[in-house]
């Protein structure tokens, strides 16, 4: 039996983590389309299953998950079949789940300092310093393929949706093992179909 796996969704957000993340899996699931720019997101409705008004959440159920590193994670041990994730006792977990929220706990405060100029001193901070978050980056994606060598995972979507976007944005230099890493995530069938999908989903909300 299918399971009732939806996403509530907006083009070109955090979302696309999940989007891409479902499509990895290639299970059934369902798109809620949430237009955050009519302020959907503020709905009662919606607010009732996200009270902080955002995307994505995913429902698998009656489970509820919100943020999209939480969903991704969620997933990947959801539907072990998928190899998205190494097991709970094997060695690589250790690294998997450290470049997991890599993204969000280091790339993003780090990039959004940088980009904004604000007067952060780096002992204060939990990547130390933007130039450092360049280098760990640079230094996790050069052997590759991916960040666990050759398993893809669930920290490859979150952290490589990272990555995608801030270069794609000149939020990170244009280091050759970042843009190499992006073109092998690109070249998955999975991404294509997720750019395809947001495109057109992007385009519905243009009409």
């Known amino acids: 039996m299918a399971r009732p796996l939806t996403l509530y969704y907006s083009p070109f957000t955090r979302a696309s983590r999940g989007l891409w993340m479902l499509e990895e899996l290639d299970e059934p699931y369902a798109l809620r389309l949430i ?8 709905n009662p409705a919606y607010l009732a299953i996200n009270p902080t008004g955002k995307v994505p959440t995913l429902r698998d159920g009656e489970h509820i998950i919100r943020d999209s590193a939480a969903i991704c994670a969620y997933l990947a041990d959801r539907f072990p079949g998928a190899g998205l994730a190494p097991a709970t006792d094997a060695p690589e977990r250790a690294s998997y789940l450290t470049w997991l929220f890599y993204a969000a706990s280091n790339v993003e405060p ?4 940088q980009t904004n100029k604000w007067p952060v001193p780096s002992v204060q901070t939990s990547w130390g310093s933007y130039e450092t978050v360049i280098e760990t980056l640079a230094g996790a994606v050069r052997g590759g393929p991916y960040l666990l060598g050759k398993q893809f995972t669930a920290a490859d979507v979150v952290l490589g949706s990272m990555v995608r976007f801030c270069l794609a944005n000149k939020l990170l230099p244009a280091r050759p093992e970042l843009g190499a890493y992006v073109a092998r995530l690109e070249a998955r069938p999975a991404l294509q179909r997720t750019m395809k999908i947001e495109a057109e989903y992007a385009a519905r909300l243009k009409a």
């Open 35 to 42: 237009d955050t720019h009519k302020g959907e997101q503020r």
């Open 110 to 113: 780090a990039v959004m300092v």
